[in-house]
């Protein structure tokens, strides 16, 4: 299926064609001629067809001090737009590296995956790799920002004390924040008042609006962290929150993950997952959690894509039964590029969609993963649209995903904003309007402040 725009050109312009780097070397012929891979996936630009500034509004620190976290934030230009004044992010090659960024520091070469281990590349494909993938912003060491939150500390503690809450305040402050900002707001407000900031949220407001505040105070990191352990705690287990919060994610990501759930529950999140999950789907999360998936600088290699494509064949419709280990490992060591180009292959070679085969020869929690990395890796912002719709549609609106999801996208602005168009897109209205439709009172304000629309 192709969407107008899906192309990671500018919304309107043609799409760009063939990879970042080309492989394999010049004179060689690879697609054979008239096949090519697809494109990196869309851009869905909101209606006004801008997109939003790079987050973080700060300003260079002085020398001595923490540079922006790595891989996270780029100095912004002189007077940039608020929230919600939209502009329009540099596009990305295929199966480039990405640009780096300030505080990154220079890129080092890695040599190819030992030999013996499962998803490596044959020796004689000479693969080149590159720096690691950072990790995304609030999911990094503790950095030091030029920005004070003491006066918003303020005005949440002055919204929550006495007699009555301030619900708008609190939703005014929280849902305009950034990962850095939301990270030394809580910090200000427990270590000035002697205080939990998210204690005194959930002692004075209730129900979803609490959940999405809630969200909003404990920042990105702590709120995966937070909702992993819900997810695998007490009776079953919430299995689209597991693929919610660690499928499609960076290596790095992971083992932010990993480390805070550590320190906040002292329960290493590998064994509570051995705990919960059963036989191959345990085996499944295991390798995601492991992290050994290929940085987005991994280059597309056509020999190993025509490898994994025929592994990917012979373990599913190629044989009586299904070697479902081998595919999720394939799917799970991947990058989103290598992905891309396996299915646009497959498609080639067989004539059939790999998203049907997975349909076809998995079942429950395993299928509904498998078709999440598949998704995320083809178009990860229609799979955010389709994720949100999802938590809408139906006999009652299903909150708990609705609340996590809208905050999960928020944390990004590009993202949300590709989010927001994919949406416009698919259902044809604005998911600003959908989930009016589905919300009320402060908790419909909050979710409408955090994807930066009028409430």
Wanted: charged share 20%; proline share 11%.
């Amino acid at each position: 299926m192709s969407y107008q725009g899906y192309g990671g050109a500018p919304y309107g312009q043609p799409p760009q064609q063939g990879y970042g780097q080309q492989y394999p070397p010049p004179g060689q012929q690879y697609p054979p001629p008239g096949q090519q891979y697809p494109p990196q996936q869309g851009q869905y630009p909101p209606q006004q067809g801008q997109y939003p500034p790079q987050q973080g509004g700060y300003q260079q620190p002085p020398p001595g001090q923490y540079p922006p976290q790595h891989g996270g934030y780029q100095q912004p230009p002189p007077q940039q737009p608020p929230y919600g004044g939209y502009q329009q992010p540099p596009p990305q090659q295929y199966g480039a590296p990405p640009p780096q960024q300030y505080g990154q520091p220079p890129a080092q070469q890695y040599g190819a995956p030992p030999p013996q281990q499962y998803g490596a590349p044959p020796a004689q494909y000479g693969a080149p790799t590159g720096p690691p993938t950072p990790a995304s912003v609030g999911y990094g060491p503790p950095q030091i920002i030029q920005w004070d939150p003491s006066q918003d500390a303020q005005a949440l503690r002055k919204a929550m004390k006495g007699f009555g809450t301030d619900e708008r305040t609190l939703i005014s402050v929280l849902a305009n924040k950034d990962p850095l900002q939301i990270e030394a707001l809580r910090t200000a407000f427990d270590r000035s008042f002697k205080r939990s900031l998210v204690a005194d949220i959930k002692s004075e407001t209730s129900s979803w609006l609490e959940l999405a505040l809630v969200q909003l105070a404990r920042g990105p990191l702590l709120a995966d962290v937070h909702n992993l352990h819900d997810a695998l705690a007490g009776f079953g287990t919430k299995e689209l929150v597991l693929n919610d919060v660690l499928l499609g994610r960076s290596n790095a990501d992971i083992m932010a993950i990993k480390s805070a759930y550590y320190r906040t529950f002292h329960d290493k999140l590998e064994s509570v997952v051995r705990g919960d999950l059963s036989m191959k789907t345990e085996r499944h999360f295991i390798m995601v959690l492991d992290a050994k998936r290929a940085e987005d600088s991994a280059p597309v290699i056509p020999q190993q894509v025509d490898d994994d494509v025929m592994q990917i064949y012979k373990a599913t419709e190629g044989k009586m039964g299904t070697d479902e280990i081998l595919v999720c490992s394939i799917f799970s060591k991947r990058n989103d590029n290598q992905l891309r180009a396996i299915s646009h292959t497959y498609r080639q070679k067989f004539n059939k969609d790999l998203e049907k085969v997975i349909k076809s020869e998995f079942s429950g929690h395993m299928e509904d993963a498998l078709l999440f990395q598949l998704r995320n890796a083809t178009d990860k912002y229609m799979n955010a649209a389709k994720a949100l719709e999802d938590a809408m549609s139906g006999m009652g609106t299903k909150d708990y995903l609705l609340v996590t999801r809208v905050i999960r996208y928020h944390w990004d602005r590009t993202t949300l904003a590709n989010v927001k168009g994919a949406y416009q897109q698919r259902y044809g209205r604005s998911l600003a309007s959908r989930i009016s439709g589905e919300t009320s009172g402060d908790y419909r304000k909050t979710l409408l402040a955090a994807i930066g629309e009028p409430w």
